[in-house]
């Protein structure tokens, strides 16, 4: 008994080390709520609770983005024609890129070379700066294929590929001169390396891809067709298109993002009620959708983020 007495008198007083916890969020833009000038980023966790306003942007903001090590929110304006970013907390807010944008539907970034891309859907243009928004470029020019339709554009929504080395994006045309009522709206996926070269299309006009996201582990697309209403994967060269969850009712799904972590994906959603959208999640397989949290306006862009957190553990009372 001596040993354990001796166990019980250490563990008494012994006071344990730092730990360190996962710490997961959703951050999201929010426009068109609770007039169509308003719009927001927030943030909650993934079971709905935490809700959070961030910045107030206007209706403007349209792609967001989320650096882990810096702790930075980078987010699109299409009205005010910038990317900006701001910290967690929503304080220390700064315009990045400033000058030669239109309509910023999108931007995604490349954490480890410390770059943001973005698309600009008016000037059909793919760019890239540094984070601080130096050495801005256009690295795609013309993101749509040759003769693969009427007025096409870059779709606006990028995903990188960071395992890979890949920039992946949608672009959006119509099946005839007109784009009307009558016309079917069509839509491709094409990737490239990093620096804008050997592009390719991966999923050729199936639907209206939207908002995109890369498992490069799982080696699977997945992405949202609001003009189809359904949500959708493949694998990474396009073959093997799954529909996980078909909407219906002219449910428009919105933006999209993936927790591999936990292996489920969230996307938002248009709802029965005029102008609220939920907050959804399933597996990637596409089994168990389930609301997370409604009420929204529109959510063109979301984020998961899993980071870690210090929590220093207290000393064990004694008995």
């Known amino acids: 008994m001596k040993t354990l007495v001796i166990s019980i008198l250490l563990s008494s007083l012994f006071v344990a080390p730092a730990a360190y916890a996962d710490v997961e969020q959703l951050y999201f833009a929010d426009i068109f709520l609770p007039t169509f000038s308003n719009g927001y980023i927030k943030r909650m966790k993934p079971n709905g609770t935490g809700f959070k306003s961030l910045v107030s942007t206007g209706d403007g903001v349209r792609g967001i983005a989320i650096n882990p090590v810096n702790g930075e929110i980078f987010w699109s304006d299409a009205n005010r024609h910038a990317i900006s970013k701001t910290n967690f907390n929503g304080k220390n807010q700064k315009d990045i890129v400033m000058s030669k944008l239109d309509f910023v539907s999108d931007v995604d970034i490349d954490v480890e070379n410390n770059k943001i891309y973005w698309s600009d859907q008016s000037q059909n243009q793919i760019g890239r700066a540094n984070l601080d928004g130096t050495e801005q470029s256009f690295i795609i020019p013309s993101p749509c294929p040759a003769n693969v339709g009427f007025f096409c554009t870059a779709g606006g929504n990028l995903a990188i590929d960071a395992v890979n080395k890949k920039l992946y994006w949608t672009t959006s045309y119509c099946s005839d001169n007109s784009c009307s009522n009558t016309s079917t709206y069509l839509g491709d996926i094409l990737r490239s390396d990093l620096d804008g070269s050997k592009i390719e299309t991966v999923i050729k006009a199936i639907g209206r891809p939207s908002s995109i996201q890369v498992d490069p582990i799982g080696k699977k697309i997945y992405w949202t067709d609001y003009v189809n209403d359904v949500v959708r994967r493949s694998n990474l060269d396009g073959t093997g298109v799954d529909d996980l969850f078909v909407v219906g009712k002219n449910n428009n799904p919105n933006g ?36 997370i949290k409604c009420g929204f306006g529109n959510v063109p862009d979301l984020e998961f983020v899993s980071t870690t957190a210090h929590r220093p553990l207290r000393s064990r009372p004694a008995d």
């Open 256 to 291: 999209l993002t993936l927790d591999l972590k936990n292996g489920y994906i969230y996307w938002d959603q248009d709802g029965n009620v005029q102008d609220r959208s939920c907050i959804k999640r399933m597996h990637l397989n596409g089994k168990h959708p389930e609301n």
